[in-house]
């Protein structure tokens, strides 16, 4: 069980380019959540998903981010035009059950840095 | 709006003692919560839980208290190892909520240095 897989591990953009962020769950995991954690900061939530469904995207900024979580294939956090206040540390995480009881399994994460 | 905060973003604690890691949330409705360890350039790992049905968790040498009524929840190790060097968050969720989520509100982190 290779755990939770999000690549690339590092991601440099310039300012108003695109980022894709992808995430694959455990296997047997079909709940997605992606955190975004700033420099000195804690996780913050950002959206909740399962297969092709967004459950819960409160934290999520209403422009530019938009997540997705398809029938085949990883979930994907884009940013588009990105900005330098984007740069931080994104985490997926996966759980088996819906009410994620026993905490979530969280990938390493992507890092992403805007120039 | 801060839900979770863990007000100490350091502690040293010298080999073999114990850590005491510390965690107050606001709101109310929150019914479980989770410690995670975060070593550099990795993803959080699910550390211990703790239901507010109950107000001790013990795993091995690590021990979480909740006083439901101050808010609080400690994150006790004992005895503490140079292993144990690393970023804690504290993390609380809800119950069931009527979307039927759990959402866990993470604090800033506590980053404990072990001395050996």
């Known amino acids: 069980n290779a755990g939770v897989m999000q690549n690339p591990r590092h991601l440099v953009r310039r300012r108003g380019q695109e980022a894709r962020l992808r995430c694959s769950p455990m296997k047997g995991h079909s709940h997605v959540y992606w955190y975004r954690q700033l420099p000195e900061e804690g996780l913050k939530f950002m959206v909740y998903l399962q297969k092709e469904n967004i459950i819960d995207e409160s934290g999520m900024p209403k422009e530019r981010f938009s997540a997705e979580f398809p029938k085949e294939g990883p979930s994907i956090l884009r940013i588009q035009q990105v900005v330098r206040g984007d740069s931080a540390a994104y985490f997926c995480a996966s759980s088996p059950y819906r009410d994620g009881d026993y905490g979530y399994t969280f990938g390493s994460g992507t890092r992403l840095t805007v120039v | 709006d801060q839900q979770v905060k863990q007000n100490s973003p350091s502690l040293s604690v010298q080999e073999g003692r114990i850590s005491i890691l510390n965690c107050d949330y606001t709101?109310?409705?929150?019914?479980?919560f989770l410690w995670y360890k975060k070593y550099p350039a990795e993803g959080p790992t699910f550390l211990i839980s703790i239901s507010s049905i109950k107000d001790k968790n013990e795993d091995g040498r690590f021990t979480v208290f909740l006083n439901k009524s101050a808010k609080h929840l400690s994150l006790h190790i004992v005895p503490s190892q140079p292993g144990d060097s690393a970023v804690y968050f504290c993390?609380?969720?809800?119950?069931?909520?009527?979307?039927?989520?759990?959402?866990?509100?993470f604090g800033t982190g506590t980053r404990l240095k072990v001395l050996a």
């Open positions: 709101n109310s409705m929150f019914d479980y």
């Open positions: 993390a609380a969720s809800p119950t069931l909520l009527t979307s039927g989520t759990y959402k866990y509100i």
